[in-house]
C-alpha cells in the first residue's frame, strides 16, 4: 500500500508526529506501523500510571539543562515548542493538566489513560491508520519513496518517520544505511547496596548530596533507601549523568554520601561539640539530629561506635569525630545496578551529528525523519524525556508538511 507518510513505532513521537501532520494537511495518508498488539504502551505505565507528560521548566537554556545527552542539541528546537506549548496543546485537545509541588505535570485525571484516549480519538477522527502487530523487517528509499516491509506485507511512502524509541533491531538497520549509531547503555537505573547501615531502613527518604568516588559525578536532592540499595532523584540523577562512565565501571563503585547535604565534615563536628555541651546527660542514640530521620539517626550513631546507651557527656573525641565522618562523608560500596523494566530509559542510539534539529530530518536521507528515544538523547527523571518526544515530533510534523 501507498501513503504519505509512514511512521515506525506507535508510541508518544509517533503518533504526536502523526496527529499533527494530518492537523497541517488533512490530505495526506499517514500510517502508524507498530510491532506489538498495543500502542502507547510506554505512555500507559509511564509516571506509575499517571503519565508524567512534562516537567514546569519554561526557559529553553533551563529546560536543556536536564539532559545529559542532548543538552545543546535541543536548545534551538524548545525555542520553537516547549513547555507552555505542550500544555497549551493538550489543553486544546481536551486534556487537563496539572503542575504538581515538584514541578512534575500530570493529567489532572491522574491517569495516562486520559493521554492515550486523546491520542486514539484524535488519530480516529483525523483518519489516521494504525496497524498492529506489524513487524519491521526492512526499508530502504527506492527511486525517492520509502519501501518497508514487514511481517504483514509490503508499503511504500513518500516519507518516513522513526520514532521506535530504543530498538536495537531499528538502530542496526539505520546503521546499515551508513547513518552513525552510539551503543546504548542503562541512563535511569538505582544502586544496589548492601551495607549493614542501612540494611534495616528500606523506605526512608532524606535530601542528601552523593558523589561517585574517584570522579566528578555529583548530585544532591531525595535520596530513598530501597531493599536493594538506593534510589530517588538525587541516585538516578547521577545514573543519567554517569551512564556512559559508571557502565565502564561495570557498575561497581563507591559513592560518599553526605546525609546533611551542606555541611562539612568539620561543620558537623563543631555541632556534635555543641550538643555534647548543651545535652551532657542525653543519650546519643535516642533523640535524632539535623533534623534526620530517626532510623537513619540511630544507625549512623551505632556505625560511629556510639552503644545505645551512650551519652552525649560520654563520647570521646574519636567518637565524635567518626559520626561527623558517617554524617558527611559515609562511604559506600555500589555492587551493581536495578532498571525500572517497564520505564527503561537508554543512553544511546542514533549520533545527534546525523540530524537536522531545525527539522529532525536525517541529514543524509531526504525525507527521513527521527524523533524520541530513537535518537541519542536522554534525560533526567521528571517529564523531560516526553518533552523531547513532543518537541521533536511537532517540529518534524511542520518540516513534513511544509514541502
Known amino acids: 500500500m501507498q501513503y504519505d507518510l509512514i511512521i515506525i513505532g506507535g508510541g508518544a513521537a509517533g503518533f504526536f508526529t502523526a496527529i499533527n501532520v494530518a492537523e497541517n494537511d488533512p490530505n495526506l495518508n499517514i500510517a502508524i506501523l507498530e510491532r506489538g498488539k498495543e500502542v502507547l504502551s510506554k505512555v500507559r505505565i509511564s509516571g506509575g500510571g499517571r503519565c508524567n507528560v512534562t516537567h514546569a521548566e519554561f526557559v529553553p537554556n533551563l529546560l536543556s539543562k536536564n539532559y545529559p545527552r542532548g543538552e545543546k542539541e535541543l536548545l534551538g528546537p524548545f525555542h520553537t515548542f516547549m513547555t507552555g506549548d505542550t500544555m497549551e496543546w493538550f489543553d486544546k485537545h481536551g486534556v487537563s493538566l496539572k503542575i504538581e509541588d515538584d514541578g512534575r505535570i500530570f493529567p489532572t485525571s491522574d491517569s495516562s489513560e486520559t493521554i492515550i484516549d486523546c491520542f486514539l480519538s484524535e488519530a480516529r477522527k483525523l483518519g489516521i491508520q494504525i496497524l498492529k502487530n506489524h513487524v519491521v523487517k526492512d526499508f530502504y528509499n527506492e527511486n525517492e519513496h520509502w519501501k518497508i516491509n514487514t511481517n504483514q506485507g509490503g508499503f511504500e511512502s513518500k516519507k518516513l518517520m522513526i520514532a521506535t524509541g530504543s530498538n536495537p533491531k531499528i538502530w542496526a538497520k539505520l546503521k546499515s544505511l551508513d547513518i ?164 527503561f530509559i537508554t543512553a544511546g542510539g542514533i549520533d545527534l551529528r546525523e540530524i537536522n534539529f531545525k527539522t529532525f530530518e536525517s541529514k543524509n536521507h531526504k525525507n527521513l525523519y527521527l524523533a524520541g528515544e530513537v535518537l541519542n538523547i536522554d534525560a533526567i527523571t521528571g517529564g523531560f524525556n516526553f518533552q523531547n518526544a513532543w518537541t521533536g515530533a511537532y517540529i518534524a510534523a511542520k518540516a513534513i508538511t511544509s514541502k
Open 180 to 343: 552513525q549509531t552510539v551503543d546504548a547503555v542503562p541512563s535511569l537505573f538505582t544502586f544496589n547496596i548492601k551495607d549493614k547501615r542501612i540494611k534495616e531502613l528500606p523506605g526512608i527518604s532524606t535530601n542528601a548530596s552523593v558523589k561517585v568516588k574517584n570522579s566528578k559525578l555529583f548530585s544532591e536532592g531525595p535520596l530513598l533507601i530501597t531493599h536493594w540499595g538506593m534510589s530517588g532523584p538525587a541516585i538516578l540523577k547521577l545514573s543519567a549523568w554517569g551512564a556512559i562512565e559508571l557502565n565502564a565501571f561495570k557498575y561497581n563503585f563507591e559513592i560518599i554520601v553526605n546525609w546533611l547535604q551542606d555541611y562539612s565534615t568539620e561543620d558537623a563536628l563543631d555541632m556534635l561539640k555543641v550538643l555534647k555541651s548543651k545535652h551532657p546527660k542525653q543519650q546519643v542514640y535516642k533523640y535524632a539530629q539535623f533534623e534526620l530521620p530517626k532510623r537513619l539517626w540511630q544507625s549512623l550513631v551505632l556505625a560511629s561506635g556510639i552503644d545505645n546507651d551512650t551519652r552525649w557527656a560520654d563520647t570521646n573525641k574519636s567518637q565524635l569525630y567518626q559520626l561527623s565522618e558517617e554524617l558527611t562523608k559515609g562511604v559506600f560500596k555500589v555492587q551493581g545496578k536495578s532498571t525500572f523494566k517497564d520505564e
